[in-house]
């Protein structure tokens, strides 16, 4: 789970030296990378699209002499979304105390599935579908929720959209001295958490012999997949049944995958890329129900994430 990096900073992303009117086309330009960064940053593609649409809507309630005081529309946009964001984070504690069960990141459908759209639906817009890498993963996401919102935002900003930190401190509130350093506690937290790299062929080999192990109801063999001390975590937000705690123990979640398979025996499993790593959809009459995410370690499954909460799993089913 190494620390990513994007070619150019926000600021040369946003582009440089716009037109002080710029078109509509060159705003919606913008729109991709807004999306990027605020999921980054609050783990919900929804959430992201809202924040967008704020950002955007305060550029169009400026007036026109406004508007051509801004030297770069993309910078200004890209600084707007990062503050709604850093409020949203600050907010994120209370919602999540009247939250129900488990809260996992909202998982992300892989664009080359995505990119020509859904079967039997519409197409959809490359540019409205988040860049996926290392900084998007279920594993990286999670360690990113358990960090001050100060310290997301200021490592989203610098680490993985390459923003000097002058510019970070701008956003945060903070001095570039205090930014530094909360980029450098997020990249602890995330060295904490670090787990060997496992090449993609064999994450995904070990998927699907998880798919097959759970469809066979074999605990023997799933015990073997899985580390001896492996965690799993489900997502309902107390609108469809999850567990409400994290399972712990080979044993335990080889157990819990069974009777869930036995009592579920028309669910439909499909190998999917989650986030950018090898994944597991399940299907029930066509709807997408669940979407699980795995961390590999030392050639075993060592976490599970599987999200059920219908209201994450929007972007994964043809409306």
Not at 92 to 117: C, F, K, N, Q, S
Not at 174 to 187: D, I
Not at 251 to 268: C, N, S, W, Y
Request: with cysteine.
């Amino acid at each position: 789970m190494s620390t990513p990096s994007e070619a150019s900073s926000p600021r040369e992303m946003a582009g440089r030296a716009e037109p002080a009117d710029p078109d509509t086309a060159a705003l919606l330009d913008e729109r991709r990378k807004l999306t990027s960064l605020a999921y980054r940053l609050l783990g919900s593609l929804a959430d992201a699209e809202d924040v967008v649409q704020e950002t955007y809507a305060r550029w169009y309630a400026m007036s026109p002499e406004e508007q051509a005081a801004i030297d770069s529309i993309g910078a200004w946009l890209t600084t707007v979304a990062s503050r709604i964001c850093l409020d949203q984070l600050r907010s994120a504690r209370h919602r999540r105390e009247r939250y129900v069960g488990e809260w996992i990141p909202e998982p992300l459908p892989d664009t080359t599935d995505w990119m020509g759209g859904p079967p039997n639906g519409p197409a959809v817009d490359p540019a409205d579908r988040v860049t996926l890498d290392e900084s998007v993963n279920m594993a990286f996401l999670v360690v990113l929720d358990s960090m001050t919102p100060a310290e997301r935002v200021a490592f989203i900003l610098h680490d993985v959209f390459r923003y000097p930190f002058a510019e970070v401190a701008e956003i945060v509130g903070r001095t570039p001295a205090a930014c530094r350093q909360l980029a450098s506690s997020a990249r602890g937290r995330l060295r904490a958490a670090e787990a060997p790299v496992t090449p993609t062929g064999r994450q995904a080999a070990l998927v699907r012999a998880f798919k097959d192990a759970w469809e066979a109801q074999d605990i023997a063999a799933l015990v073997g997949l899985l580390d001896p001390q492996v965690t799993a975590i489900a997502d309902g937000g107390g609108l469809v049944t999850a567990q409400l705690h994290p399972i712990q123990g080979s044993a335990q979640v080889a157990e819990t995958v069974v009777d869930i398979a036995r009592r579920a025996p028309t669910l439909t499993l499909l190998e999917r890329a989650v986030n950018g790593s090898p994944g597991l959809v399940f299907e029930q009459d066509g709807v997408v129900v669940t979407v699980m995410a795995f961390d590999v370690a030392n050639d075993r499954i060592r976490r599970i994430w599987a999200v059920r909460n219908p209201e994450k799993l929007r972007p994964w089913t043809p409306a």
